[in-house]
C-alpha cells in the first residue's frame, strides 16, 4: 500500500505533495520520493524514502542564485506582465521539457521497482507527466498553483483569463502574446509527442500537452476562489487546499509571537525568484517604515543593506519560516505565488499582492473576488500607494480564513 510521489527538485512544488505524502504515511502507507538531490535531505528528513531522480536542469532550497535565464526573466519583469509572459513562454521548452526520452525512461523503471499502489505528480513537471502516460499506469496529478496551470477550455497556459482590476494589459499586445503562446503550445506538444513515440511508439499522441494529466487532479486550492466563468474541470477532480506545512516558530524567532505595544505586523517576501526585484522590495519596506508597523521580510536574494536602515525589532532575513510567522501576522504582502496565497488563507491573513508573472495575476484576481486581498501593480505603485494598500487591508477588518482538510481526506482524495 505505497505512494509514489515525484516531485520537482524545488522546494516550492515539493512542499505541497510532502503534505499529501504526509498525510498517506500517518494513514500507515509507505512513501517513496523521486526526486533530485536537493530535496532529498527534505524528504529524509519528512521520513520518505528517497529515490535519484533529475527532472531539469535546475532546483532550489527557497534561495534562487542568478544565471542568465533568471536574469532574463527578472529584466523581463521590470518591463511589465506580457513581457514577462513571453519570455517565459520562449523558454519553456527548455525550462518545461527536460531531457524528456531520459526522464519517461527513469520513471518506468522506477515504477517497475516501487510498483506503487498510487503515483502522484506534479502536474508542472511534463515530462513526468510523459512518464506515468507511456508507462499506461494511473496516477494522479496535483496542480500546485493556480487551477488553470492545466487549461480548459478557451484558456490557455501561461496567460491569465481574469486579469487583477488594477493591471490592464494592452489588447493589441496580448492578442499578439496568444498569437506566440499557441505557437509554443504546438512546437512543445509536438516535441512530447515526438518524446513519447520514442519510448511507447503504442501511446495516442495528446492534442495539447499543457492540458495532459491523471485520471484525477487534485488542485491546491479552494473552491470558493474558483470563476464560475471558467467553464467544466477535468470529470475528477478534487480541491485539496491550502496544502500547508506543520511549522514552528523557532525560539530565535520567538518575539515575532510577542505583540509590542499591539502594533500591527505585517509580513513581506517575494518568493525564491522574485526576491531579485530589489527594487520593490525597497519601496515596500519604505511603505512599511512610513506606517510604523513592525514587519518580518524575507529578503531571499537581495542584500539586506540595499533595504536601508531598519527598525531593530523587525526580523529580517534571507529565508523565514513563513507558514509559522504567518500566525502571528495581520497582513502579508506578497507575489501572488500559490503556496503564499494559500498559506496565507490558511492563517486568515489578510493579503496585499504584488503580480509579476504566470498564476500570480490569476490567484490576485480570484483573491481580489472573494475579498481576502487588494492587487497592485509591483512596477507602477509607489511607496505612498503601497501604504496607503498596507494600511487598508490592515484596518479592513476582512479575515478570510481556509481550514487544512484533515488527513483522512487527503489521504480519500489520493487513494479513494
Known amino acids: 500500500m505505497s505512494l509514489l510521489v515525484i516531485s520537482p527538485d524545488f522546494a516550492s512544488h515539493y512542499e505541497p505533495l510532502a503534505v499529501l505524502a504526509r498525510a498517506a504515511q500517518s494513514?500507515?502507507?509507505?512513501?517513496?520520493?523521486?526526486?533530485?538531490?536537493?530535496?532529498?535531505q527534505r524528504a529524509e528528513a519528512?521520513?520518505?524514502?528517497?529515490?535519484?531522480?533529475?527532472?531539469g536542469a535546475g532546483s532550489n532550497s527557497g534561495v534562487a542564485g542568478m544565471d542568465p535565464g533568471i536574469?532574463?526573466?527578472?529584466?523581463?519583469?521590470?518591463?511589465?506582465?506580457?513581457?514577462?509572459?513571453?519570455?517565459?513562454?520562449?523558454?519553456r521548452e527548455n525550462d518545461l521539457l527536460w531531457q524528456p526520452e531520459r526522464v519517461a525512461a527513469e520513471i518506468a523503471r522506477l515504477c517497475d521497482e516501487v510498483d506503487p499502489e498510487r503515483t502522484l505528480v506534479d502536474h508542472v513537471s511534463f515530462a513526468s507527466t510523459l512518464g506515468m502516460y507511456a508507462t499506461e499506469r494511473p496516477f494522479v496529478t496535483l496542480v500546485p498553483g493556480h487551477p488553470s496551470q492545466l487549461p480548459i477550455g478557451a484558456e490557455r497556459y501561461g496567460i491569465p483569463a481574469i486579469w487583477p482590476s488594477e493591471i490592464h494589459p494592452d489588447p493589441q499586445q496580448?492578442?499578439?502574446?496568444?498569437?506566440?503562446?499557441?505557437k509554443v503550445t504546438r512546437v512543445f506538444t509536438a516535441r512530447w509527442n515526438s518524446a513519447l513515440a520514442a519510448v511507447a511508439p503504442d501511446r495516442t499522441p495528446v492534442a495539447d500537452a499543457f492540458r495532459a494529466h491523471g485520471f484525477r487532479v487534485l488542485y491546491n486550492s479552494i473552491a470558493a476562489m474558483q470563476a464560475t466563468s471558467r467553464g467544466r474541470l477535468p470529470t475528477d477532480h478534487r480541491y485539496v487546499g491550502p496544502l500547508v506545512r506543520q511549522e514552528q516558530l523557532p525560539e530565535t524567532l520567538s518575539s515575532w509571537a510577542v505583540r509590542a505595544e499591539n502594533r500591527p505586523q505585517v509580513y513581506l517576501a517575494l518568493g525564491t525568484f522574485l526576491s531579485h526585484r530589489s527594487d520593490v522590495l525597497i519601496k515596500v519596506t519604505k511603505a512599511l517604515r512610513h506606517l510604523g508597523v513592525r514587519a518580518a521580510v524575507a529578503t531571499g536574494a537581495t542584500p539586506?543593506?540595499?533595504?536601508?536602515?531598519?527598525?531593530?525589532?523587525?526580523?529580517?532575513?534571507?529565508q523565514l519560516p513563513q507558514v509559522a510567522m504567518l500566525r502571528s501576522a495581520d497582513l502579508i504582502v506578497h507575489h501572488g505565488g500559490n503556496n503564499s496565497a494559500q498559506e496565507a488563507?490558511?492563517?486568515?491573513v489578510q493579503q496585499l499582492v504584488l503580480p509579476?508573472?504566470?498564476?500570480?495575476?490569476?490567484?490576485?484576481?480570484?483573491?481580489e473576488r472573494i475579498g481576502a486581498a487588494s492587487v497592485l501593480s509591483p512596477?507602477?505603485?509607489?511607496?505612498?500607494?503601497?501604504?496607503?494598500?498596507?494600511?487598508?487591508?490592515?484596518?479592513?477588518?476582512?479575515?478570510?480564513?481556509s481550514k487544512a482538510l484533515s488527513p483522512s481526506t487527503l489521504v480519500d482524495a489520493v487513494f479513494g
Not at 174 to 182: A, I
Not at 345 to 348: D, F, M, N, Y
Open 27 to 40: 494513514d500507515g502507507r509507505g512513501v517513496v520520493v523521486a526526486t533530485g538531490p536537493n530535496i532529498r
Open 46 to 55: 519528512d521520513g520518505f524514502e528517497w529515490r535519484s531522480l533529475q527532472l
Open 71 to 91: 536574469e532574463r526573466f527578472i529584466a523581463a519583469t521590470a518591463k511589465g506582465p506580457l513581457a514577462t509572459i513571453q519570455r517565459q513562454a520562449l523558454e
Open 174 to 182: 496580448l492578442t499578439e502574446l496568444e498569437h506566440l503562446v499557441d
Open 304 to 318: 539586506v543593506e540595499r533595504l536601508g536602515p531598519l527598525p531593530k525589532d523587525w526580523v529580517v532575513a534571507p
Open 345 to 348: 488563507l490558511a492563517a486568515g
Open 356 to 367: 509579476f508573472s504566470t498564476d500570480q495575476f490569476s490567484n490576485g484576481a480570484d483573491l
Open 379 to 401: 512596477n507602477e505603485a509607489g511607496a505612498e500607494e503601497l501604504a496607503l494598500a498596507i494600511k487598508v487591508g490592515l484596518t479592513s477588518g476582512r479575515r478570510l480564513a
